[in-house]
């Protein structure tokens, strides 16, 4: 049984439809001969391997690649049937037609179809659960992260993209948005192909490889997931294999990218005299940074290597890049056995400068890959086997990684835009050129001594040319998957079988040169400038390399799945399913012993489904669910939900609807899921103390030369055996609505309690000494919101159709249980109870100072430790009214930083061949704070000194011009922390429409393609992230707080796609 | 059909493995707990070293705060090579929101003094029991336990320097406690002193008299130690801050109970004195002795080497003098933002930044060369200290021959040249280049000299007397910095201390009061008191009474314990905070060149200090603390 070739199906299928199948057509009287052709509705393309069946018959024929059939011998009055996979099944009466153009409508617009769901599909009919389902093709756009495409598409998620480096633009994404506020995992389970996987793989999916894309909201949705469901699930599934010649499809695109929006210094010249100001402001006696001299010198551009004027932005970052995607996929196959092969390659390049003088390339280089074969295995009449295999590889180049302002790791795209805002731009320029010393053999950077100290600035052009980073992951999985039907045991029964294994490995590494410094030093004397090497000792012109990090992991899972269908008479239809999950994944970098345990998952999960004459709906489910992590009494949680439905439309009662509702649904659901994954993702074992018997940190050295040194004990965790599930219990309420007229709602209303949150124990007085906090299951929240999805076609004639469409989330969630001190009277602002959870907390800023008299004589504000506060200082409101601002002033500022409203509204217009399209994506309710640190003029951080933004320049206190609500305050020579405290000052709307994407195509028509044995070529231009309307202009608004990181790009693309 | 078997066979093994809980029990047994610490003499050492690290670095500048909370020192601003954040404790900003050295929940260089008695708790409870530890000899055992009560002890004692009245951790509450239970209190001072001696009564039963393996055990806790921090704990509590102040009357804890006790205790005076005494016969006992300078491979003067025996008694790690070392604490930073470039060989070395600066206050409270001060000496005149003069040839041990610089750098006592770095000082160290004192290193401060090419300290002065005499420069723009062990003890402080309680106990000075501090003024090179006063002032019968003495006793301290982090807490401890530490910050004029020494030698002042009493006589408790923990009150005037 297991042999066969494609040449063999060749040979068997019109064998089978001429012998089989025609044989009942030749009996008809008053026969025709008819010919057709069948095309998609939308794009107006043929359509292959459409099923053609008389009705009450069988089938008869199929499209050929060019949509084409014919059939002989039709009786006339006879009435087709064409289906076909991702369109809605469609009738036509012959009526003595010979000719046919048959219009197909894709399958989204269906009501009667089936939604990814956990563990298998569902009709979407008898589904009571909430789910999104979402077209592939929305998702598809000109870049090679699908995670950017997801927010304001996907109704129910909100989303927002930080940044837009290559390699870390992953865009953040939470289902009805962020439930708990524990440390642990808010983002959804993601399962490909019910693969676990994680935000990057997810990225780097094709949405041509794309068959189903679900999003389970609720409870009754999510429950069979049991421990892993509470913060929803993606549900993704790839195609599958076709029978049929092998169909080629081919996608090739090339776009221009480019940052949406730049920070702008202020020039030079008032850098200068600015920073001087900043030092008489506070202190008129003081030293000045520049001189007249060199002001004029500057202003007057005479020796810019004498007097450097540096924009370090533009000498840093160029102004676009180009990248190409590429994506392939051929399906096909035979009764026996379907294929579906795919692969992609991506080239992201960054927007950085190169050095020419240097062999190797600094600027960022992300190619990704990626392979995809499904196959499908006929076994046996009852069986069927699938297996997918899937690898993915990124190749990444790019300019070494650093530190930010909070001292985690950053990747270097991200860094050069920090440095670029963190560099001197006046006392050195980026490099002499080699004329300066032609004998020299290698670059000769700029740089000069900081003043009062050995060390030197940060050069931020030579620590970007001067190395590069490499890194490499793999991601590969191999899944099996059977599924026996068991009619002969009972009728309705079967059983499914997965198993996979994936394997992931990252390794990173650095090579670098250290750069040589040298300061151009004039000599009056003899009118000449020398060069002046800085580290003629310290700098390396060979490269040296360094070893990076190395992470591996291994998961491995089983699943075993029995499902039974049954329906008694028309009236009754059972579903039932019960599966078993079993789940181990291991990490070669847990960092500690106890990191580097296995993580396991153990779950029996069921479902139960009755439907009575398909308008009563009810469901059942449960899953029950084990983790490692839990102490033994409270390893396994029981997490049941259940939903009922009624399908309004099937009354005869509301039959008076029918001309205008075609479906009308209504839906409740309530249930219970849970979260393992809390805490921080060190803190495995709860029920462990968590014990290091070698810190050094809390070692000891005796001994005349203190050399009998020994380590210390430390505890970073108690053991706690109370310790157990997240819970989520959620209602959820919705109606789908679908006219007549094309027009379709999909509304739901959920209000969910998250409760038995992990969090620390901060009633626990400091003076109990116990160095790692204590955790309980204390903490309780609650999220409530709606979110509505509304869709809208419309075709005038066979050569103009519209299509509208439009979503929007509201997710708001509030604290409801707090670990916290009890406030007295006058410090219940402090509370959290009531808040939203990403709810920030800071000082009312009511103004500047008008003078030092009005700083000296309101409540004391010692936050500026050394440096006093003056007039012109930002002046906060003394809440509790005890004459000092402190932490007990601080209230509520602003809208939670997550957005609560995510919407998306788009439409698309076509007329004969040309079609276009255009999205709208925003978010509201939102806040973010600008990080005045990160942005302080002539602030110095060891080698880093700020540079002058232009808003301050524009916009700032000064004794000539006291504006009491200028955008910075009095200018400080280096950090001011009383006003770089989180206040209002600093809080900015999040708010903001953006034009998501826009593309325009064009359809070759037919006849043009048929000489070339082309089924379908589809050449357009596409946009994305264009414009962004807001009213904050510092940078994306998009990237909130972090402004200064890589930004989000603005991407104008080309592109062609092939069928054949 | 023999997929179906297969089948079942699949479907019955993951039934048995779902219904085995075995699965999720991933952790093997012998992870490590804080048990395994108790099971074996050398991982219970481990834990002996855990209860040892959570002493103070006193010997790091940016930690200890009588470095930069004081009027001892000051720095530029803002800050060069080294960390200020301490700073703000001397310009009068601190605050609530989050206390600088805020030993209570640890932060700013401040340890977390809790955590510390935590864990010193839960070493005394596990290996009191025999049953842990098997290895453990009863000897050593006795002696471990008496080592963590002493630092139990302690570090009960650095809270109560800094807050007052404390909250007492006798024992390790479980993290299950009822959080009434941990929700301490404040209790009275008397009580915390009674607590903190009678932890130090019992340690010293237990503690070995000295170590008797140095190479391995120098900087464990001994009798001698536990008997001198003794003595210093009784002189706190029989100091003004803390006997009968009545700036306290109205301070209590939420139910009323009196913090500080207002009635003035003289006993508590002898109490100290005896412990002061019983510690100095202890280490006489021992061999310990103020420290002499051999001398070295080369002859040098007399002069020299009484400065050399000065300077050493500090930075010569475990020189005799040294009653405790903490040889975790070993100064680096400490030798680095004293050292000032001084080495014509190395002009261009710039990889040290002596950043802290004497100010001139405190250069003028050392003794002229007669043991009196400036100001009293009737045969000196310093009334303009300013005046430039030039050294002569006789003054070439202390000052460059030749070298115009002020009345106030002339005339003065050892102790002076010793400690403090000067514009046209000499500044000897063990790499003279003429192996000799005579011609040897010069400093010169004003701008333009050798060594100026970065700018001087903001006063122009430096810390001599911290850096080690084997400091050195090397090519290579880096150095020789010879760590000591940061003292925490020694012998002269003790002296001082039995001569101060002896002086209030007592009606009028005894023999035991001139004798004590005369050995202290007679290794500076002085001569007693007595005679001195006698000799040299208009009041010679100051040293007669006990106030004179006090005042004598009191400024003896500050000059032979200076830069040593003791001034800081004397001044609080004698209620003197509220005087000293609202006086001006001055210094020389280190913008001037070295054409013009007038210019120069002018009075600058950086700041006016503020010290507001009685609020920052204690540290305010991070205001958070107050609202998790209803029972306490925060200190007043925070």
């Known amino acids: 049984m297991c042999y066969f070739s494609t040449k063999s199906i060749r040979y068997m299928l019109p064998f ?52 084409q059939f014919t059939i002989g011998s039709l009786p006339q009055d006879a009435t087709l049937v064409f289906s076909a996979v991702g369109y809605q099944r469609k009738e036509v009466a012959v009526a003595g037609q010979r000719n046919l153009i048959v219009y197909l409508s894709l399958a989204e617009l269906e009501i009667d179809e089936v939604a990814v769901v956990a563990y298998g599909h569902q009709r979407k009919s008898s589904m009571v659960a909430s789910i999104t389902t979402v077209d592939p093709r929305q998702l598809n756009g000109p870049t090679s992260n699908l995670t950017t495409m997801l927010a304001g598409k996907v109704s129910g998620m909100i989303g927002y993209q930080r940044s837009g480096e290559p390699g870390n633009d992953n865009a953040s994404f939470f289902i009805r948005g962020v439930g708990s506020f524990g440390a642990g995992k808010k983002d959804p389970l993601i399962l490909i192909d019910g693969v676990e996987s994680s935000a990057t793989d997810l990225a780097r999916l094709q949405p041509d490889d794309i068959a189903g894309f679900s999003v389970l909201k609720d409870a009754a949705a999510s429950a069979l997931y049991g421990a892993r469901g509470a913060n929803g699930v993606v549900l993704v599934t790839t195609k599958t294999g076709v029978i049929g010649r092998a169909k080629f499809n081919v996608r090739f695109e090339n776009s221009l990218s480019t940052n949406t929006r730049n920070f702008k210094f202020a020039d030079n010249i008032t850098y200068m005299q600015m920073a001087n100001e900043a030092v008489l402001t506070r202190n008129p006696e003081a030293a000045l940074p520049y001189d ?61 400068r190169s050095e020419k003088n240097n062999s190797f390339d600094n600027n960022i280089k992300l190619v990704n890959y990626s392979v995809r074969s499904n196959i499908t295995l006929n076994i046996t009449p009852t069986t069927e086997a699938f297996i997918r295999t899937y690898a993915q590889f990124d190749d990444y180049r790019g300019p070494i990684g650093g530190y930010d302002e909070h001292g985690n790791l950053i990747n270097g795209g991200q860094r050069v835009f920090k440095e670029a805002m963190w560099s001197n731009p006046v006392m050195f320029p980026a490099i002499y050129p080699n004329s300066f010393n032609p004998f020299t053999t290698h670059p000769m950077f700029g740089n000069a001594q900081i003043r009062q100290t050995n060390s030197m600035y940060n050069n931020p052009y030579a620590r970007m040319v001067s190395g590069y980073q490499e890194y490499n992951t793999s991601t590969v999985n191999v899944q099996l998957e059977l599924k026996q039907d068991l009619g002969f045991v009972t009728e309705g029964l079967s059983a499914r079988m997965m198993a996979y294994t994936q394997r992931y490995s990252y390794f990173d590494l650095s090579r670098s040169i250290v750069p040589f410094y040298y300061d ?18 310290d700098g390396k012109e060979y490269l040296s390399y360094d070893f990076g990090n190395r992470r591996q992991n291994t998961t491995t899972y089983g699943e075993l799945a029995l499902n039974y269908n049954k329906s008694v008479g028309d009236n009754h239809e059972f579903t039932g399913m019960l599966i078993g999950i079993i789940r181990n994944y291991v990490t070669a970098d847990g960092g500690d012993l106890q990191t580097s345990l296995p993580a396991r998952n153990l779950g029996l999960s069921g479902r139960l489904t009755y439907a009575y004459k398909n308008k009563y709906l009810f469901e059942g489910n449960f899953g029950y669910n084990g983790s490692e992590r839990f102490a033994a009494n409270h390893r396994f949680g029981f997490f049941p939900s259940f939903g009922v439905g009624w399908n309004v439309h099937e009354e005869k009662a509301f039959d008076f609807m029918s001309p205008v509702v075609s479906n009308l649904k209504l839906r409740a659901t309530y249930g219970v899921v849970g979260n393992d994954q809390i805490g921080e993702w060190y803190d495995r074992f709860f029920y462990l103390s968590n014990v290091n018997p070698e810190d050094g940190g809390k070692g000891f050295a005796w001994g005349n030369r203190w050399d009998y040194y020994r380590d210390g004990y430390s505890i970073s965790r108690y053991a706690n055996n109370d310790i157990t599930w997240e819970k989520a219990t959620t209602f959820d309420a919705g109606f789908d609505l679908g006219l007549v007229n094309g027009l379709n709602v999909i509304f739901d209303y959920y209000h969910s309690i998250r409760n038995q949150i992990l969090m620390y124990r901060s009633t626990i007085p400091s003076s109990m000494g116990f160095q790692a906090g204590v955790q309980a299951n204390f903490g309780k929240a609650e999220n409530r919101g709606f979110d509505i999805s509304i869709d809208y076609n419309k075709s005038y ?13 509201y997710a708001a969630n509030k604290l409801l249980v707090n670990e916290e001190p009890e406030y007295p009277e006058g410090l219940k602002h402090l509370s959290k109870v009531g808040q939203p959870l990403r709810q920030e907390y800071g000082l009312i800023a009511e103004r500047l100072f008008v003078d030092d008299i009005e700083a000296n004589n309101s409540p004391t504000q010692n936050f500026g430790g050394l440096i006093p506060t003056m007039g012109g200082d930002i002046k906060y409101r003394d809440i509790n ?6 932490d007990m002033d601080k209230v509520p500022l602003g809208f939670p930083t997550d957005p609560e409203i995510v919407y998306g509204f788009g439409f698309s217009v076509g007329y004969k061949n040309f079609d276009v399209s255009a999205f709208f994506q925003g978010s509201a309710r939102s806040s973010f704070f600008i990080d005045p640190g990160n942005i302080t003029p002539f602030a110095l951080n060891g080698g880093y000194q700020n540079g002058l933004l232009k808003v301050i320049a524009n916009d700032y206190w000064s004794e000539d011009n006291p504006n009491l609500h200028a955008f910075w305050p009095r200018l400080t020579d280096g950090f001011n922390n009383n006003n770089a405290q989180r206040s209002n000052w600093w809080m900015r709307n999040g708010a903001f429409v953006r034009l998501k994407s826009v593309e325009l195509g064009y359809n070759m028509p037919q006849r043009l393609l048929e000489s070339f044995k082309i089924s379908n070529l589809r050449i357009y231009m596409s946009g994305l992230n264009l414009y962004a309307w807001s009213k904050f202009k510092l940078w994306d608004v998009e990237m909130g707080g972090d402004g200064l990181g890589y930004p989000i790009q603005a991407v104008y693309n080309i592109g062609i796609n092939v069928g054949f | 059909m023999k997929f179906r078997n297969s089948i079942q066979i699949i479907l019955a093994t993951s039934i048995l493995s779902l219904s085995s809980c075995n699965y999720l029990d991933v952790t093997p047994d012998n992870l490590p707990t804080i048990d395994n610490a108790f099971t074996r003499r050398s991982e219970a050492i481990k834990f002996l070293a855990t209860c040892y690290s959570y002493l103070p670095n006193d010997g790091e500048p940016t930690q ?54 935590r864990d010193c708790n839960i070493f005394l409870e596990n290996v009191a029991d025999e049953n842990k530890v098997r290895d453990l000899s009863i000897d050593e055992r006795t002696r471990w336990l008496g080592e963590v009560e002493f630092l139990k002890a302690y570090y009960h004692f650095v809270l109560l320097r800094h807050y007052g009245p404390i909250p007492i951790s006798d024992e390790s509450l479980p993290v299950t406690a009822p959080i009434e239970e941990m929700q301490q209190k404040r209790v009275p001072v008397d009580e915390a002193f009674d607590f903190i001696v009678g932890l130090l009564d019992s340690a010293i039963d237990k503690l070995p008299p000295t170590v008797a393996s140095p190479v391995t055990d120098l900087g464990r806790i001994t009798k001698l130690i536990a008997m001198g921090i003794k003595a210093k704990v009784l002189l706190y509590a029989a100091s003004p801050l803390f006997n009968g102040n009545s700036d306290y009357d109205t301070f209590t804890d939420k139910e009323g109970n009196a913090l500080f006790n207002p009635v003035y205790d003289n006993s508590k005076w002898t109490k100290a004195a005896e412990a002061a005494k019983e510690a100095i016969d202890m280490a006489h006992q021992y061999g310990v002795k103020l420290y002499e300078f051999p001398g070295t491979t080369f002859p040098i003067s007399e002069t020299t080497k009484t400065q050399m025996s000065i300077r050493n008694a500090v930075t010569e790690a475990w020189n ?27 002009a261009g070395n710039n990889s040290v930044h002596g950043t802290m600066a004497p100010t001139i206050k405190i250069v003028e409270q050392f003794y002229t060369k007669n043991g009196v001060p400036i100001y009293d000496d009737k045969t000196l005149d310093f009334s303009n200290i300013a005046q430039l003069r030039t050294a002569t040839h006789d003054e070439r041990f202390n000052l460059i021959e030749g070298y115009q610089t002020a009345r106030l750098h002339f005339d003065r006592e050892d102790r002076f040249y010793a400690s403090v770095g000067f514009d ?17 290193f010069q400093a010169k401060f004003r701008l333009g000299e050798l060594g100026s090419s970065q700018l001087v300290t903001i006063t122009t002065y430096y810390t001599k007397k911290l850096v080690n005499w084997k400091f050195a420069f090397k090519d290579g723009n880096s150095n020789h910095i010879e760590e000591y062990p940061f003292p925490m003890l020694r012998l002269a402080d003790l002296y001082l201390m039995y001569a101060e309680a002896l002086n209030e106990s007592e009606e009028r000075p005894t023999a035991d009061v001139y004798r004590y501090i005369d050995l202290v003024r007679e290794r500076a090179g002085l001569k007693g008191v007595r005679e001195s006063w006698q000799e040299f002032t208009l009041d010679p019968t100051k040293p007669e009474s006990k106030a004179g003495m006090r005042e004598i006793i009191q400024q003896e301290r500050n000059i032979e314990l200076c830069f040593e982090g003791a001034r800081f807490w004397d001044l609080r401890r004698w209620k003197l905070a509220a005087t000293e530490l609202n006086k001006n910050i001055t210094g020389w004029d280190r913008t001037q060149d070295k054409d013009h020494p007038e210019l120069f030698y002018t009075e600058n002042t950086f700041f006016a200090q503020r010290f507001i009493a009685p609020r920052d006589y204690f540290w305010p408790i991070k205001e958070s603390n107050l609202l998790v923990n209803p029972n306490l009150v925060q200190n007043p005037g925070w």
Do not use: C
Not at chain 2, 75 to 101: H, K, L, M
Not at chain 2, 424 to 440: A, K, Q
């Open chain 1, 16 to 67: 089978f439809f001429s012998t089989f199948l025609l044989l009942p057509a030749l009996r008809a009287q008053e026969s025709i001969d008819l010919s057709g052709v069948i095309l998609d509705s939308v794009s107006q393309q043929p359509v292959a391997n459409v099923s053609v069946a008389i009705k009450g018959v069988h089938e008869v024929t199929s499209s050929d690649h060019l949509g």
């Open chain 1, 292 to 352: 007249q001299n060199k002001i004029e010198h500057t202003r007057n551009g005479d020796d810019p290597y004498l007097y450097p004027n540096n924009n370090w932005l533009d000498q840093l970052i160029k102004d676009y890049t180009n990248n190409q995607r590429l994506n392939f996929n051929v399906t096909g196959g035979g009764n026996l056995a379907q294929y579906y092969v795919a692969g992609t390659m991506n080239i992201d390049h960054g927007n950085l």
């Open chain 1, 520 to 537: 151009l030093v004039h000599i009056p004397a003899a009118n000449q400038s020398i060069l002046n090497p800085l580290n003629p000792d």
């Open chain 1, 797 to 809: 004639s066979n050569s103009l159709w519209t299509q509208f469409r439009a979503n929007m989330t």
């Open chain 1, 881 to 886: 009214g005890d004459g000092q601002i402190t």
């Open chain 2, 64 to 117: 200890n705060v009588a470095y930069m909370g004081g009027d001892e020192l000051w720095y530029d601003f803002p800050a060069v090579s080294i960390n200020t954040t301490n700073w703000n404790v001397a310009r009068g900003t601190q605050q609530v929101t989050d206390p600088y050295v805020n030993y209570w929940d640890g932060g700013f260089g401040a340890k977390n003094m809790f955590q510390a008695i």
């Open chain 2, 320 to 346: 005799s003098e040294i009653i405790w070392g903490n040889p975790n604490s070993r100064t680096w930073q400490l030798q680095y933002s004293s050292m000032a470039q001084i080495d014509p060989n190395n």
């Open chain 2, 424 to 440: 046209g000082g000499i500044w000897f160290m063990e790499n003279t280049p003429s192996l000799s004192d005579e011609d040897t």
